[in-house]
Each structure stands twice: as structure tokens, then as C-alpha cells.
């Protein structure tokens, strides 16, 4: 069992910058891929990008490759994800998720953070 708890959220004029975190609990972090999914209103959940175990690979959706970074501490049990030069379309609900496989589907991911709300102002 992994319980997740991101934060981070808030609110940022276009061209700032967030970092969101995702704490973790449980001693088997480290076997656990770990995403990044966002939720626009009115729009269906997407990924927005995904960290193997190891932190080695890395996968982004085009839309954000440039501006968001993904990164995790073992040691910590923490993920983030560093995002600059926000747009007014990045405005969503950004969730945390653990899964076995490094993914861009939802459906192999096993535990979900509550998400926390990030909104870019134009």
C-alpha cells in the first residue's frame, strides 16, 4: 500500500514557476515508477510526465518538454515536478500516481494522490 500526498499548488502569473511535491509513504517507494497527471476543467485527466525507479528514464507529453522537469528522492520518498514558464493552459488539478511500469496510461498506475490545484493567470 502507498498513500500519496502532493503539494505545491497555487496560484502563479504566465511565465512563473511552481515546483510540486508528492510525499510518500510506505518502505517500497523506490520499486514504484511514479507519475505526474494533470485535470484541466471540463477535460479528461492526461499525463503530463512519469520517473522510473531509479530516476534514469524520464517521459514527458509534448507540451510540456522544455518547461516542466520530473525528478524523485529514494531517500525521501518524494517525487517533484519543476515547472517554469507556466502557461494559462497548464490551469489544472496536478495528481501524483505509483505504478509498476514506467507509463503514459493511466490504467498502470496503482495509487493516486487527492491532486492539488495549480492556476496560471494570463
Known amino acids: 500500500q502507498v498513500q500519496l500526498v502532493e503539494s505545491g499548488g497555487g496560484l502563479v502569473q504566465a511565465g512563473g514557476s511552481l515546483r510540486l511535491s508528492c510525499a510518500a509513504s510506505?518502505?517500497?517507494?523506490?520499486?514504484?515508477?511514479m507519475g505526474w497527471f494533470r485535470q484541466a476543467p471540463g477535460k479528461e485527466r492526461e499525463f503530463v510526465a512519469v520517473?522510473?525507479?531509479?530516476?534514469?528514464?524520464?517521459v514527458y507529453v509534448d507540451s510540456v518538454k522544455g518547461r516542466f522537469t520530473i525528478s524523485r528522492d529514494n531517500a525521501k520518498n518524494t517525487v517533484n515536478l519543476q515547472m517554469n514558464s507556466l502557461k494559462p493552459e497548464d490551469t489544472a488539478v496536478y495528481y501524483c500516481?505509483?505504478?509498476?511500469?514506467?507509463?503514459?496510461?493511466?490504467?498502470?498506475?496503482?495509487?493516486w494522490g487527492q491532486g492539488t490545484q495549480v492556476t496560471v493567470s494570463s
Open positions: 520517473i522510473g525507479w531509479s530516476g534514469g528514464s524520464t
Open positions: 500516481a505509483a505504478g509498476r511500469v514506467v507509463a503514459r496510461a493511466q490504467k498502470a498506475y496503482d495509487y
Open positions: 510506505g518502505r517500497t517507494f523506490s520499486s514504484y515508477a
